[in-house]
T-cell receptor
Framework: EAQVTQNPRYLITVTGKKLTVTCSQN?????MSWYRQDPGLGLRQIYY???????DKGDVPEGYKVSRKEKRNFPLILESPSPNQTSLYFC????????????FGNGTRLTVT | AQSVTQPDIHITVSEGASLELRCNYS??????LFWYVQSPGQGLQLLLK??????LVQGIKGFEAEFKRSQSSFNLRKPSVHWSDAAEYFC???????????FGAGTRLFVKA
């Protein structure tokens, strides 16, 4: 089944404790992206990757890192999480080209205390 | 800069009634336009998309949307709403370079029996 898999689904952590949210897709998509969803703000892009070893900042990259060593994986790293990073996170992928729709994972709800 | 506006934060309709969700965009040329739906606890799923040609596009689950260039709108419609349509709906447009998708803030649909 074609899908984007994120783990974990739920995560509670404390300020400053490094964490990684994994994302994997099995559709051979070149493009991958991370979003955060906050009430009233819709989805805001954190980072995106046009292909392996090519990543770039989105609208809200502060406090986040990503890597794209393989086509299928695009982990999101929070080196020192803070409470303002409490949010719902989505990974998405698509084929190259803006006319291709995004395929989303089921989300990771992160709480930083 | 491109932007997407969904004027209604939430809408309540009766089951069986018709539905229209509004979306206005700001874009220099004819854009690619998308509607996504997010059911509780799920990621976003593509409902329909517009690229060119016929301005009335059909999607999944009985939804349709009409592109109106003169009004910079891409409103989503359904003739008869079912309780299972209760969800949050997002209108989206890619930016000029195609490396980012800009989402509206979303409209939450409530369906009453």
């Amino acid at each position: 089944e074609a899908q984007v898999t994120q783990n974990p689904r739920y995560l509670i952590t404390v300020t400053g404790k490094k964490l990684t949210v994994t994302c994997s897709q099995n559709m051979n998509h070149e493009y991958m992206s991370w979003y955060r969803q906050d009430p009233g703000l819709g989805l805001r892009q954190i980072y995106y990757s046009m292909n392996v070893e090519v990543t770039d900042k989105g609208d809200v990259p502060e406090g986040y890192k990503v890597s794209r060593k393989e086509k299928r994986n695009f982990p999101l790293i929070l080196e020192s999480p803070s409470p303002n990073q409490t949010s719902l996170y989505f990974c998405a992928s698509r084929l190259q080209g803006p006319n291709s729709p995004l395929h989303f994972g089921n989300g990771t709800r992160l709480t930083v205390t | 800069a491109q932007s997407v506006t969904q004027p209604d934060i939430h809408i309540t309709v009766s089951e069986g009634a018709s539905l229209e969700l509004r979306c206005n965009y700001s874009y220099g040329a004819t854009p690619y336009l998308f509607w996504y739906v997010q059911s509780p606890g799920q990621g976003l799923q593509l409902l329909l998309k517009y690229f060119s040609g016929d301005t009335l596009v059909q999607g999944i689950k009985g939804f349709e949307a009409e592109f109106k260039r003169s009004q910079s709108s891409f409103n989503l419609r359904k003739p008869s709403v079912h309780w299972s349509d209760a969800a949050e709906y997002f209108c989206a447009v890619p930016n000029t370079g195609g490396f980012k998708t800009i989402f509206g803030a979303g409209t939450r649909l409530f369906v009453k029996a």
